[in-house]
């Protein structure tokens, strides 16, 4: 009986509800495709109430809590995990020396995000000194690396000397995600008008859509903005010529009221072209929300013929397209283009990984 062992980590100053929800969602497409005689196991932290984690077979509960196991696996102490098949679906693993070729132990760490590196003022410098020094670690002990697009994988090949480590499996929406039955109220407690764009990006990168917003006379709602960001980002649009009152800036909102949001919105504007999964692009594409993105090669890899692909310059007239005469092409274009990801999928590619190495 072969066992793939997945690391589960909590929400906190290094790892976002995203990529918490994906490893959640990536145990039950492990589960749903797991080859005859293969079972899943969940490597959790200590601490805390006992977690339920659908899908896996089995639960292994270390005796750290969070806190004081990712400063051991920072340091490379590892003791208490155990051996086998070990998938991390973040840079929280426990990478250390082992023999593959004799003990079969293996372990593979995944990165979604490379702006620890391209653009660090965008996250909290204990996210970044800790990203930095587990990919160091990933560099020297992993047996592979999972990055989600292919252009990621090229930046990541300039970062550290992993050779033929490098894979790449795409990630999805949300285990479930979808429009929730009371959208309408949703969309009213954040106070959506009739027309507006969904938007991501920081202060400067999202001139363009709200000079779009103007020409389509929307608000916007920028969603995942990051804390203490709003002054800024109104400013660019109040010099858009979009007043404030029409400029909402977010946080990360929960599963139910990013749908609910996103069904409601002409369109929706992936504006920063920074190296990392386009978690709320993706899940516009399952909505079939018309999607516009910056010119970036992760935006190529994971839009392809989705949606609108432009540089700034045509930024504001793919979006009057986008929320105009082109509205019901591009949101065929966009339901067609969710069928590419899946966790099912990914996990199908997880799996074949570890079979390989």
């Known amino acids: 009986m072969a066992v793939l062992r997945v690391v589960l980590d909590q929400v906190n100053d290094v790892v976002d509800a995203d990529q918490a929800d994906a490893a959640r969602s990536l145990i039950l497409g492990l589960a749903a495709t797991a080859p005859q005689k293969c079972t899943v196991e969940a490597i959790v932290p200590g601490g805390g109430a006992e977690p339920v984690v659908d899908g896996a077979d089995t639960l292994h509960r270390l005796s750290l809590a969070r806190r004081e196991l990712g400063a051991a696996w920072q340091l490379g102490v590892v003791g208490g995990v155990g051996g086998g098949m070990i998938h991390a679906p973040t840079l929280f693993a426990p990478l250390a020396k082992h023999d593959r070729a004799n003990d079969y132990d293996q372990t593979v760490a995944t990165l979604w995000d490379l702006r620890a590196w391209t653009a660090p ?40 000397r992993f050779a033929d480590r490098i894979r790449v499996i795409p990630g999805a929406a949300a285990a479930g995600f979808a429009i929730p039955h009371d959208a309408a109220e949703r969309r009213r407690a954040l106070g959506a008008p009739d027309r507006y764009l969904v938007a991501t990006g920081t202060a400067e990168t999202l001139s363009a859509v709200f000079a779009a917003a103007v020409d389509r006379d929307a608000d916007v ?44 919105a002409l369109a929706f504007a992936a504006a920063d072209p920074a190296p990392a999964w386009p978690w709320r692009l993706v899940e516009a594409l399952v909505l079939g929300v018309p999607v516009i993105a910056a010119e970036s090669g992760v935006h190529h890899d994971v839009l392809a013929e989705g949606g609108l692909l432009v540089g700034a310059a045509g930024f504001t007239d793919a979006l009057r397209d986008a929320a105009g005469d082109g509205a019901r092409r591009l949101s065929v274009l966009a339901a067609d283009r969710s069928r590419a990801y899946s966790w099912n999928g990914s996990a199908e590619r997880v799996w074949t990984l570890h079979a390989e190495l």
């Open 121 to 160: 003022e965008q996250l909290s410098r204990a996210s970044v000194l800790w990203q930095r020094s587990m990919l160091k670690r990933a560099a020297k002990h992993a047996d592979a690396v999972v990055v989600p697009t292919h252009a990621m994988a090229e930046e990541l090949a300039s970062l550290g």
């Open 221 to 264: 709602f920028v969603v995942d903005a990051a804390t203490g960001s709003a002054p800024a980002i109104a400013e660019a649009a109040v010099a858009e010529g979009l007043a404030a009152p029409r400029v909402h800036v977010l946080g990360r909102l929960d599963a139910g009221d990013r749908a609910a949001l996103l069904a409601g």
